[in-house]
């Protein structure tokens, strides 16, 4: 019942070596007694997008299985707390109460700026991002509430008991015909340094410009926001990691993050991008982060970096280890750019240029431009 992602249509590409990914759950004897699923009072949540359908499933009460990441289960709300709204399939904000049920999908969230969470268990539960992604709150920032907790009524299955597990049955490893063309990547000092701000406005910039550009979100945890964020700038494709069944790319193994990098390149060659512009989420220090950013692979087909930063301090510190990988920073941006003073002194330390984001963000379209030979 697992459609193909949507992305890959009439896309041909050579098929990668396969991925080791948590194996699916056992299958299990169909329960007779087990509740089809109600369309009219259960939600479906944005990481069920990429079902195929939302008919003929039901709610496995009785297995009571460790959850692994990507397997969809009904949770029901307990309390409200943090995410008082879901965004479901159809990418409409929901407002949620006590009682209420929705399809959710197990996952792991690494977010200085909030939670914190993994897949530990059935027990503790609670809504990690508004996109459907549950699983058991480590630790959160000082300022966040309280998660908003919900408890597990079922795993997900299909007609012949199979529990669904997105990531297992969406992604297909794949790999570019050719060598990516002007390859950009966002990167950031940390969660909201203005990656995804920064994104946004050299998409629009360079499609002003007449080119052909190609966005994508390599790493993160499901939201449609960056999504919605990257469309508005109508780029010619939009993709993520959600979009390939990943419900977060926290904790995935380095095999996999290169493999779902790859796969990403081969559905960008079809639409011929002059530029692709790939946000990858929240900051240097990031486990994924920094595993993308020392990978040869990766470094090779990666043009240049844009960096965003809350502040200078932070972006000569990033800059300085990123001159320790293969990348190459072309310019510095994000939410230090909004005051002129921290520019000034980044600016007396630093001969990485300021491509401001704030406003129209030309100056970082600029500076893209020259660099890939665009201007």
Request: net charge neutral; proline share 5%.
């Amino acid at each position: 019942m697992v459609g193909t992602r949507p992305s890959t249509t009439n896309v041909a590409f050579q098929t990668l070596a396969p991925v080791a990914i948590t194996p699916l759950p056992r299958e299990v004897e169909w329960v007779k007694d087990a509740d089809v699923m109600p369309d009219e009072s259960t939600h479906w949540t944005w990481a069920c997008r990429v079902l195929e359908s939302f008919k003929g499933y039901a709610i496995d009460c009785v297995a009571k299985h460790a959850p692994a990441p990507g397997d969809l289960a009904v949770v029901r709300i307990e309390e409200i707390g943090a995410h008082y709204r879901i965004v479901t399939a159809d990418n409409k904000r929901l407002r949620i109460f006590p009682g209420d049920q929705f399809v959710g999908v197990f996952g792991n969230r690494y977010a200085t700026d909030a939670f914190e969470g993994e897949v530990t268990g059935l027990e503790s539960l609670s809504l990690l991002t508004g996109g459907g992604m549950i699983g058991t709150v480590k630790s959160k920032h000082k300022d966040t509430g309280k998660p908003t907790r919900v408890s597990f009524a079922g795993y997900l299955s299909d007609r012949r008991g199979r529990h669904i597990n997105l990531k297992l049955q969406t992604f297909i490893p794949a790999f570019p015909r050719e060598p990516v063309d002007n390859l950009i990547a966002v990167v950031g000092t940390s969660m909201n340094s203005g990656k995804t701000t920064t994104s946004t406005k050299l998409i629009k910039g360079l499609c002003e410009k007449g080119l052909r550009v190609a966005a994508c979100k390599l790493t993160g945890s499901v939201s449609n926001r960056d999504q919605d964020e990257m469309r508005s700038a109508r780029p010619s494709l939009v993709v993520d990691f959600s979009d390939y069944g990943f419900p977060s790319t926290y904790l995935c193994s380095k095999e996999e993050l290169v493999a779902l990098f790859h796969t990403m390149l081969a559905d960008v060659e079809k639409v011929h991008p002059d530029v692709v512009v790939m946000e990858i989420a929240d900051g240097i220090l990031q486990r994924e982060t920094a595993m993308l950013m020392d990978e040869p692979s990766v470094c090779d087909s990666i043009k240049g970096l844009v960096l965003t930063a809350k502040d200078g301090l932070s972006a000569l510190y990033a800059i300085d280890r990123l001159k320790q990988t293969r990348n190459t920073v072309i310019a510095a941006s994000g939410a230090m750019t909004s005051s002129p003073l921290s520019v000034r002194e980044f600016q007396a330390n630093c001969d990485v240029p300021v491509g401001s984001s704030a406003d129209s963000g030309k100056e970082v379209v600029e500076i893209v431009c020259r660099f890939i030979g665009r201007a």
